[in-house]
C-alpha cells in the first residue's frame, strides 16, 4: 500500500475521542493518519457521566495523569453505586455495590461464606458494606488515593463532565496527530464489493479511507443506515428507554459514590462533580409519560416546576448482530446501548476498541478474526446485560405496574437463569461463573453484593446453630476502619490539588 493506512472516525462524543486516543497511542509507530468527523451543529449525547474503574485503565493506557484531566473535567472519585429502593419488601433499604480494589482480596472470602450460611439460614451479616473497603471510604465520603506506603493498588471509578471530557479528549488526540474535521456527513459512498469506500459532506468533501470506525451515536450512521447491520433490540427485558435530566447544586462534602434510587417507573441517579450534581430520571415512556417522570424527579430532588432547566432524551436498547462488517467497526452508541445502571457504556467502549486493534494486529481484514472479535463483543455485551436485567427481576416493589411487570418477565437468557438457580439452590455460584464461558465484566463478588442487596435469601431458620463458621461484621470492620485510616476525605484531596495548581500558576 502507498501512504499511510488511512482511518476515518464519524463521531466526536466519548466514544469517538476515545477511539481516536488509543488508536493514535496504540499506532503511534505504525504509518496510520486519522480524522475524525464531527457535525457540531448535531451535538453529542451530553449525559454518560460515571464509570467503571476502565476509564483509569484508559487513562493509564494513553499516558494522561489523573490529576489533569480530573481538574479539566470537574471530576470526582467514585467508588461505589448505591441502589436506594430497589427491594423494600425484604426490608433492606439501600446497599452498595463497590468495585473491588486489591485489599478486599482479604475480606471477599468471608463474605462470600457469609452468604453461603445465609442462603441456609443462619443469621450472619451479609451487607456488602462492610465488607469491602469501598463502603468504608464511601461513608467516610474520603478518596480512593492511597499514599505511597499503603501496599494495595487501588480500582476506583471517575464521576466526569462529559462535555469537558469530550473537549479534553479532542485536544489530547489533536496533539497526537489525529485530524479534527468540523462537517456533517451527507452521504455515504460504496465500493463495487460493498466496502465503504468514502464519505461526502455537506460542506462538499470527499473523504476516503481504508477502514471506517462509527461512533456517530444512536443515528448508526455507517453500520445501520449504510452496511444494513441489523439491530437486535434488548426491550423483551429492558423496559427503560426515556431519562429526563436535571443539574443540582454541589453539597459542602462530595460523596465518592453514584446513587441509584429507584423510583415509580424507573430509577433516578445522582452523580456528583466539583461543579454541580447531575441527576437524571431513566424510566420507560410504556409506564410513564415525559411530563410524568419530569414532575417526580423534581420531587424527589426537591426541586419546584422551573427552579431548574430539564432536558428529556430517548434511548433504544439493543446491539448490533455484527460489530465489525466489511471495512468498518461500530464503537459506542453506534454499536449498541445497555442502559445507564452500573454505567457500563465506557467500559464496553475501551473493550471494543482494545479487542479490535489485538484482531486487527493479528488478522487485518481475516474473517477469521473478524468473526471472533463480533462473538467476544457480543458475549461481552450480553453478560453485563444479564448483570443489569437481575436488578429489575429481583425487585420486591409492588407500587406500580412496571415493577411488577419486571418482576413478572420471564425473558432471561440460560446464563442468567442458570445464576439464579445456582443461587436459590444454595450450590456454589463462584465456582457456576467460573464455569459460564463468558468475559463477563461482573465477577463473583458483584453477583453476591446484588443478590445480597436484595435479600434474596430464604426465612431465617428457626433453629440457628451455634457453631456456624462465620465472620463478624466487626471483625472486618476493625480490619476495614484501619485501612480507611490511610485516606483523605475527597474534598480534601481535591482541595490540595486547586491550591497546588494555583500555587504553580502563580510562579
Ligand atoms: C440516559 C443515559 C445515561 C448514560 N449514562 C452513562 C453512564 O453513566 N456511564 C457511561 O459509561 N455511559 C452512559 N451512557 C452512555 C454514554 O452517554 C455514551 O456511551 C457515551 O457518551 C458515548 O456516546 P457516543 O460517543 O457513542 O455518541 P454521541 O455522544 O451521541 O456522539 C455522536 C457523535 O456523532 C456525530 N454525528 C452524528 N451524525 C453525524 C453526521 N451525519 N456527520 C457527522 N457527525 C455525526 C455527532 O456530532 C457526535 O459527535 C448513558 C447514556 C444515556 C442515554
Redesign the pocket.
Known amino acids: 500500500m502507498n501512504g499511510p493506512f488511512r482511518l476515518a472516525i ?7 475521542w476515545m477511539a481516536a486516543n488509543l488508536l493514535a497511542q496504540r499506532w503511534r509507530d505504525r504509518s496510520v493518519a486519522i480524522t475524525l ?4 451543529e ?10 467503571t474503574p476502565s476509564l483509569k485503565r484508559f487513562f493509564e493506557v494513553v499516558g494522561i495523569a489523573e490529576a489533569e484531566w480530573m481538574a479539566a473535567c470537574d471530576a470526582t472519585y467514585k467508588v461505589n453505586i448505591r441502589f436506594s429502593g430497589w427491594s423494600p419488601a425484604s426490608g433492606i433499604a439501600d446497599y452498595s455495590h463497590p468495585f473491588l480494589t486489591q485489599v478486599d482480596v482479604h475480606t471477599e472470602d468471608a463474605f462470600t461464606r457469609n452468604c453461603g450460611n445465609r442462603r441456609l439460614g443462619l443469621d450472619v451479616p451479609t451487607r456488602p458494606d462492610d465488607f469491602f473497603l469501598g463502603g468504608a471510604l464511601a461513608l467516610q465520603r474520603k478518596a480512593p488515593v492511597a499514599p505511597a506506603n499503603f501496599p494495595f493498588r487501588m480500582e476506583y471509578g471517575y464521576h466526569f463532565d ?1 462535555g469537558l471530557l469530550g473537549q479534553f479528549l479532542r485536544d489530547q488526540a489533536v496533539a497526537r496527530g489525529v485530524t479534527h474535521l468540523s ?4 452521504a455515504v459512498e460504496r465500493a463495487e464489493g460493498g466496502e465503504i469506500a468514502a464519505l461526502r459532506t455537506r460542506e462538499g468533501d470527499r473523504i476516503e479511507a481504508d477502514f471506517f470506525i462509527d ?5 448508526g ?1 455507517l453500520m445501520q443506515r449504510t452496511l444494513e447491520v441489523p439491530f437486535h433490540s434488548f426491550k423483551s427485558n429492558l423496559f427503560n428507554d426515556a ?1 429526563v ?1 436535571v443539574p443540582t447544586e454541589v453539597p459542602a462534602d462530595l460523596p465518592v459514590e453514584t446513587g441509584a434510587t429507584a423510583l415509580s417507573a424507573g430509577w433516578a ?1 445522582s ?1 456528583p462533580l466539583t461543579s454541580r450534581v447531575g441527576n ?1 430520571y ?1 424510566y420507560s415512556s410504556d409506564f410513564l409519560s415525559a411530563d410524568e417522570a419530569e414532575a417526580e424527579l423534581r420531587s424527589h430532588l426537591g426541586l419546584t416546576e422551573g427552579e431548574a432547566p430539564v432536558r428529556h ?1 430517548s ?1 433504544r436498547v439493543g446491539q448490533l448482530q455484527r460489530h465489525w462488517d466489511r471495512n468498518c467497526v461500530a ?4 454499536q449498541g ?1 445497555i442502559e ?1 445502571l452500573e ?5 464496553l ?1 475501551l473493550n471494543t476498541v482494545e479487542q479490535f486493534i489485538n484482531r486487527f494486529e493479528q488478522g487485518g481484514f481475516t474473517a477469521q478474526h473478524r468473526d471472533a472479535f463480533n462473538a467476544d463483543i457480543s458475549d461481552r455485551i450480553e453478560r453485563v446485560r444479564d448483570y443489569i436485567v437481575a436488578h429489575y427481576k429481583l425487585n420486591t416493589r409492588s407500587d406500580s405496574d412496571y415493577w411488577r411487570a419486571n418482576r413478572e418477565n420471564d425473558a432471561l437468557s440460560g446464563n442468567l437463569l442458570e445464576i439464579l438457580d445456582t443461587w436459590f439452590r444454595r450450590a456454589d455460584l463462584a465456582a457456576l461463573l467460573e464455569r459460564q464461558k463468558g468475559l463477563s465484566h461482573f465477577g463473583s463478588a458483584s453477583w453476591h453484593c446484588l443478590l445480597s442487596g436484595y435479600g434474596a435469601y430464604p426465612e431465617l431458620a428457626t433453629e440457628q446453630r451455634s457453631d456456624t463458621d462465620f465472620y463478624t461484621d466487626r471483625q472486618i470492620g476493625a480490619f476495614l476502619q484501619g485501612c480507611a485510616l490511610n485516606f483523605e476525605t475527597q474534598s480534601a484531596v481535591l482541595a490540595r490539588r486547586q491550591f497546588a495548581a494555583a500555587s504553580t500558576l502563580s510562579l
Not at 464503537?331 to 453506534?334: E, P, T, Y
Open positions: 464519524v463521531g466526536g462524543g466519548t466514544a469517538g468527523i464531527e457535525a457540531p448535531i451535538g453529542t449525547i451530553g449525559v454518560g457521566e460515571g464509570s462529559s462537517r456533517h456527513v451527507e461512533c456517530s451515536g444512536f443515528a450512521l431519562a435530566v441517579w452523580i437524571g431513566v432524551l434511548f464503537i459506542g452508541l453506534a446501548f445507564p454505567a457500563t457504556a465506557l467500559h467502549v
